[in-house]
């Protein structure tokens, strides 16, 4: 038993009718005759009850008939299903990414790319630069977005966002965009940052702002992650810098001050695997090449 077989069984009990049958499935009526009998044979069964007049399933064949039309169905999804797994159109994309990507780029890609590509997933998890890199290695993500893409052999990136700092302050602090004037009215303050990696050009740029104003931040609490420093800073347990983004939809009650008259900015790129074929990959990164970052 074999689909064309199927195809045939189908269009004839479709029809009940052998002529029309072979009409519509363009093939000799001899030759459509030939192959049900074939089945029949090879079944064991009679699918057609069956006189120079009327053609009629037998309760075999009714049965077969609704199988046969379930196997071709599944089948059929299954070919168009393997062409869009094929053409990148389907199927998940693992995407590693710093909590500030989600206040900037990416709700905008992935809204472009539930545009232009429905059926594919994005598998998210926020993970710390200094892991993301290794996840890359290991296979376990397909791209990736840093502030800090480092020089490697085996990796491409692409920048795609730049932004400019913003202090940030808890709701009720004096200090506000109309009465700024600089850092150095904050520079009694207690500073929520990130910790200090080796070779972190992000952190060197947040002390380079501070130390231009005549001071060192006094650093009370680190970490990794934005939203925990926004909500430290909402709690009144100190001020810090971050990228402007963050205020962005972000729900937590703080007051942003944009820094864009300094000349430090933060950038955003994506960082990929040199040797990944992954159709879907590419139309991420094509996806990527489309999307106009900007901001209000």
């Known amino acids: 038993m074999d689909i064309r077989q199927l195809e045939y069984f189908l269009g004839v009990a479709s ?18 005759s030939r192959q049900i009998q074939q089945l ?18 037998t309760p075999a064949g009714e049965y077969l008939q609704n199988e046969a039309s379930r196997i071709l169905s599944q089948l059929e999804y299954v070919r168009l299903r393997t062409q869009l797994i ?22 905008t890609l992935l809204s472009a790319l539930k545009l232009y590509f429905p059926k594919i997933r994005g598998v998210l998890s926020e993970v710390l630069e200094n892991k993301l890199f290794e996840s890359l290695q290991n296979y376990q993500v397909d791209v990736g977005f840093v502030r800090e893409p480092i ?54 740029i947040l002390l380079r702002m501070c130390e231009r104003e005549g001071f060192l931040p006094n650093i009370i609490h680190e970490s990794n992650f934005g939203t925990t420093i926004l909500k430290l800073v909402e709690h009144n347990l100190g001020v810090s810098l971050l990228p402007s983004s963050y205020r962005i939809s972000s729900p937590v009650n703080v007051r942003f001050i944009d820094l864009d008259q ?25 996806t990527a090449s489309s999307v106009d970052f900007r901001y209000d």
């Open 15 to 32: 029809e009940l009718h052998f002529s029309k049958a072979a009409e519509k499935l363009y093939v000799a009526q001899p030759a459509l």
């Open 40 to 57: 029949e044979n090879e079944l064991d069964v009679v699918l057609f009850e069956r006189d120079k007049r009327n053609v009629k399933l």
């Open 86 to 107: 094929h053409r990148g159109e389907e199927g998940d994309l693992r995407i590693a990414h710093p909590g500030s990507a989600v206040f900037s780029v990416l709700p």
């Open 151 to 204: 020089p490697d052999k085996y990796l491409n990136s692409r920048l795609i966002f730049e932004e400019c700092f913003s202090l940030v302050v808890p709701p009720n602090h004096p200090l506000t965009k109309e009465n700024f004037t600089g850092l150095r009215q904050v520079q009694n303050e207690s500073f929520i940052l990130p910790p200090r990696h080796a070779g972190s050009t992000y952190h060197d």
């Open 262 to 286: 300094l000349p430090e900015r933060t950038q955003l790129s994506m960082v990929w695997r040199k040797d990944d074929t992954n159709p879907i990959l590419h139309n991420f990164l094509d």
